[in-house]
Nanobody, 115 residues
Framework: QVQLVESGGGLVQPGGSLRLSCGASGRIYNINAVNWYRQALGKERELVARITNSGSTNYADSVKGRFTISRDNAKNTVYLQMNSLKPEDTAVYYC?????????WGQGTQVTVSS
């Protein structure tokens, strides 16, 4: 059984920063690629960032230069550092890791960017 816990969301003013965390626990042998998705109210879920098990990263054009995805394999944790936040970044953010051949979803964490 694998458990995922997301944290780090909240309310922040435009231009501010937040760091999201996604920690996995349980019987885990290998975490492969991990994605961060987000879903704004009334919109489809979109891929924000991705990191492979070798550390290669990809980002949506809308967040390039502002968001950074990273991972700490010793802690089975992936982070999403979000800087220069904009109101259009407001959404529920979900981590989405491949663990031992299975795809998991976090419970989601709300990020609200508003003055």
């Amino acid at each position: 059984q694998v458990q995922l816990v997301e944290s780090g969301g909240g309310l922040v003013q435009p231009g501010g920063s937040l760091r999201l965390s996604c920690g996995a626990s349980g019987r885990i042998y290998n975490i492969n690629a991990v994605n961060w998705y987000r879903q704004a109210l009334g919109k489809e879920r979109e891929l924000v960032a991705r990191i492979t098990n070798s550390g290669s990263t990809n980002y949506a054009d809308s967040v390039k230069g502002r968001f950074t995805i990273s991972r700490d394999n010793a802690k089975n944790t992936v982070y999403l550092q979000m800087n220069s936040l904009k109101p259009e970044d407001t959404a529920v953010y979900y981590c989405n890791p491949w663990i031992d051949g299975y795809l998991y979803w976090g419970q989601g964490t709300q990020v609200t960017v508003s003055s």
